[in-house]
């Protein structure tokens, strides 16, 4: 098997280009069920919560690790009712149109690729994403 290796300095650039190819205040949108196929496919399940983010969303990579910056915290969409659970996260453009990263979600310290204090959402309820991290793989 081939083996593939970065600096830091490599790793800390694609990582950064992630957050400057999505842009500025992008969208958080979490949803009920399965994650669609790919970023290209169409949304899938019930939109739980649309999340503006912050102008400066990430933390500058360092040794191949960028995490959230800022606080990432919205409401409950009126589809979520009385409680629906979360079931994946999309990041999309600041219009909303163009899909750029999408994953699990599970409760703090559930080990998802985004955690949340509340995996349940409820209609109007607050909900904050606790973390989000990016490590570039081939140290």
């Known amino acids: 098997m081939a083996v593939l290796q970065f ?22 949108r979490l949803f009920s069920g399965a994650m669609p196929a790919n970023c290209a496919a169409a949304d899938s399940g019930t939109l739980l919560a649309d999340i503006s983010l912050p102008s400066d969303w990430m933390a500058a990579s360092a040794a191949g690790v960028k995490q959230k910056l800022g606080v990432w915290t919205g409401v409950g969409h009126a589809n979520a009712g009385v409680g629906m659970d979360v079931g994946h996260f999309r990041i999309k453009t600041t219009a909303g149109t163009i899909t750029h990263c999408q994953g699990d979600v599970t409760v703090t310290g559930g080990g998802g690729a985004m955690t949340v204090d509340s995996i349940t959402v409820i209609a109007t309820q607050p909900i904050n994403v606790t973390v989000f991290t990016l490590t570039d793989p081939n140290s």
Do not use: I, Q, Y
């Not at 790793?11 to 280009?17: E, F, K, L, Q, S």
């Not at 190819?21 to 958080?28: A, D, E, I, Q």
């Open 7 to 28: 600096s830091d300095a490599v790793r800390d650039a694609r990582n950064n280009a992630f957050e400057t190819t999505v842009s500025t205040s992008p969208k958080l």
